[in-house]
């Protein structure tokens, strides 16, 4: 009796990285949840295959789902592949450094390791249409960063702090995963710049070029099969995880009431992400 064909269970994750995001498809780990848990529940595959093809966006929701690809990995003894497409910067490289191994394509965009808060001012443009504001609070610093109100140095001041402190916990978490594979300084790799994967493979950022279909067969064998873990499916589970419901009134109605505004600040945040990189 011939031995069956190894299968590999493979999870997508493709987006930017955000807690919530309405009628769009979101990256988190409340919509990767299930799909993780399926694939590294199947008993007699050796390894998870993930695909990442991510911008970054969101640092909790980053590592919370490297977390737990972790915790799963040690709990279930499977080892973790990480196929880098597109992109694999900022949040999405944060995720990929939970593989065991990450293979990349020599043209994806890889690195990126670094923290950005961004924003927008509008205390002239306030100004010139007349409008005055007004805010009430309790508490010297709940106004902070109002847009609405020139800066602050001392709120800058705090604001780097939080950044730093941000960009601390990444750093670790890739030399506690990376720290023996890479081959250049961290003054050069931890600057928010990134590379492409032929580049990150120099640098020690990835550990082979290449694509999950060639690279599978050759761990496991020509008769290696590839399971796609799909997410749930269907118009409503869209919201699952997105911290929205549905109750109180028609739930269309809700929903296409706040449609346009939300879709276009989300799909131009988005937009923005991909930009930083070129993409």
């Not at 990767?32 to 050796?46: C, G, I, R, W």
Request: proline letters at 4%; aromatic letters at 8%.
């Amino acid at each position: 009796m011939l031995d069956e064909a190894v299968v590999i269970p493979v999870i997508r994750m493709s987006g930017p990285i955000v807690a919530g995001g309405g009628m769009r498809p979101t990256l988190n780990l409340a919509s990767v949840a299930t799909q993780l848990h399926k694939a590294f529940s199947m008993k007699d595959a050796p390894a998870v295959a993930i695909s990442v093809n991510s911008p970054g966006g969101s640092p909790v929701q980053s590592r919370l789902i490297y977390q737990r690809i972790r915790q799963l990995a040690e709990e279930k003894e499977k080892e973790v592949l990480v196929f880098c497409e597109d992109a694999a910067a900022s949040g999405g490289y944060m995720i990929a450094v939970a593989g065991d191994v990450i293979i990349a394509d020599p043209s994806s965009i890889v690195g990126s390791v670094g923290v950005v808060s961004g924003g927008f001012g509008f205390v002239e443009a306030i100004e010139k249409l007349g409008i005055e504001r007004r805010v009430y609070t309790a508490g010297t610093q709940k106004a902070m960063l109002d847009p609405f109100k020139p800066e602050n140095e001392e709120h800058i001041a705090h604001l780097d702090v939080l950044l730093q402190d941000l960009f601390e916990t990444f750093k670790d978490l890739i030399r506690n995963r990376r720290g023996d594979k890479l081959t250049e300084d961290e003054d050069k790799l931890f600057t928010g710049a990134f590379w492409t994967g032929k580049k990150a493979l120099e640098y020690g950022l990835v550990d082979e070029l290449g694509d999950m279909g060639t690279y599978v067969k050759k761990r496991f064998g020509d008769t290696a099969k590839m399971k796609l873990i799909s997410a749930p499916s269907g118009f409503f589970s869209r919201f699952r995880g997105a911290g929205m419901t549905l109750g109180g009134g028609d739930p269309i109605d809700r929903i296409a009431a706040g449609l346009s505004a939300d879709a276009i600040l989300t799909s131009l945040e988005e937009r923005a992400l991909w930009a930083r990189l070129g993409l």
